[in-house]
């Protein structure tokens, strides 16, 4: 199974991705998105792709007020939990994502909020942060990621551009 993240777009109506963050969609079974979504278009979108699973940013405002704050989801065998990163105990956000969930509850930790690329492996769970496709800030790229579950093995790799 192969999945697409991203986290942090931020767009304004009218707005939409990238052609490289399009491209590499168009390839996955399932896409999650980490929160800032900020319009609910862009999942309407996203999901003629791909079944698209997503959990609400600190800046979705009303439109997305529906949203969980976090969640997990069952993919070929792996829990995935899934949060945005801003809420919670822990002094920066991937300590928060790593403690939104009870440990021994999921395999990988999908999260947003820095708009920074992160890859770690703490305790046996995969922390992963994808960056944002549309808002780099201070890193030098714009990036998203694929989460890859094979054979029982859960791989992840950010796709710069």
Request: charge should be negative; proline fraction near 3%.
């Amino acid at each position: 199974m192969l999945i697409g993240i991203i986290s942090d777009t931020h767009l304004r109506r009218g707005q939409t991705l990238p052609a490289k963050a399009w491209e590499e969609l168009s390839k996955v079974d399932l896409i999650l998105h980490a929160g800032d979504i900020t319009n609910q278009n862009l999942l309407d979108d996203l999901s003629s792709l791909a079944k698209v699973e997503a959990v609400q940013g600190n800046c979705d405002g009303w439109e997305l007020n529906g949203l969980p704050e976090k969640k997990i989801l069952e993919c070929e065998g792996k829990r995935i939990g899934l949060t945005h990163g801003a809420y919670g105990k822990g002094k920066n956000t991937p300590e928060r994502a790593f403690l939104a969930f009870e440990k021994g509850t999921v395999d990988a930790i999908v999260f947003g909020h820095s708009h920074s690329p992160f890859l770690e492996w703490r305790e046996g769970i995969l922390l992963f942060n994808p960056g944002s496709a549309t808002d780099k800030r201070r890193e030098l790229k714009y990036s998203m990621g694929l989460l890859k579950i094979e054979s029982s093995k859960i791989m992840a790799e950010h796709i710069f551009f």
